[in-house]
Structures are given as structure tokens and as C-alpha cells.
């Protein structure tokens, strides 16, 4: 079983920055994750993908966060990143991390609040 844990949300004034963090643990190793990204799910809408990365570092983005968020993956600790920049109020929601395993099967983490307001 893997269990995936997110921290780094809070509240934050429009135009500033977080970081979220999510590391993976459990019966895993770095070999088995191919890929761990980020989605979010803000209050009355469906979860969205935000983010994602695979084991090679090729990256993909949400149109509406390219050039303000950036996602980064450290392999041997099985943890991914996420540096959010440039916050918008549109940018709350919770943010959940996920891992998906070479065999197919996706994990998820229990979620991050990002508030951004002024």
C-alpha cells in the first residue's frame, strides 16, 4: 500500500507564492512510480489536472498555470514538488498529489488547501 502525504498549503495574498510538497511512502520503491503530478479541485468543479511528471523529468501543465507553476520530482526520495508562483484567486482549491505505479495502479493523497486572498 502507498500512502502519499501533502504539505506547504495555506493562505496567501494574490501575486505571492507556496510550495507544495507530497512524498510518497509505504510498500513502494523509487523504481515502481513512473508517474506523480498534482490536480486540484476547487469548491463546485470537477478535480483538474494541474500538473504532472514523469520519471524521465518530461513535464506537463494545465494551460491555465503555464509559466507560473513549475513541478519538480526527487526520484530517490520518491517525493514531487510544486512551486506556485504568481497566485490567483481562481488558484484556491485543494490540491491533491497523486503517484501512479508502473503496474497502473494511481494513489492519492488526502489534499492541500490553497486559499489565495487578500
Known amino acids: 500500500q502507498v500512502q502519499l502525504v501533502e504539505s506547504g498549503g495555506g493562505l496567501v495574498q494574490p501575486g505571492g507564492s507556496l510550495r507544495l510538497s507530497c512524498a510518497a511512502s509505504g510498500s513502494i520503491s523509487s523504481s515502481n512510480i513512473d508517474i506523480m503530478g498534482w490536480s486540484r479541485q476547487a469548491p463546485g468543479k470537477e478535480r483538474e489536472l494541474v500538473a504532472r511528471?514523469?520519471?524521465?523529468?518530461?513535464?506537463n501543465y494545465a494551460n491555465s498555470v503555464k509559466g507560473r507553476f513549475t513541478i519538480s520530482r526527487d526520484v530517490a526520495k520518491n517525493t514531487v514538488y510544486l512551486q506556485l508562483n504568481s497566485l490567483k484567486a481562481e488558484d484556491t482549491a485543494v490540491y491533491f498529489c497523486?503517484?501512479?505505479?508502473?503496474?497502473?495502479?494511481?494513489?492519492w493523497g488526502q489534499g492541500a488547501q490553497v486559499t489565495v486572498s487578500s
Open positions: 497523486f503517484a501512479s505505479m508502473l503496474t497502473g495502479y494511481t494513489s
Open positions: 511528471i514523469t520519471r524521465g523529468d518530461i513535464t
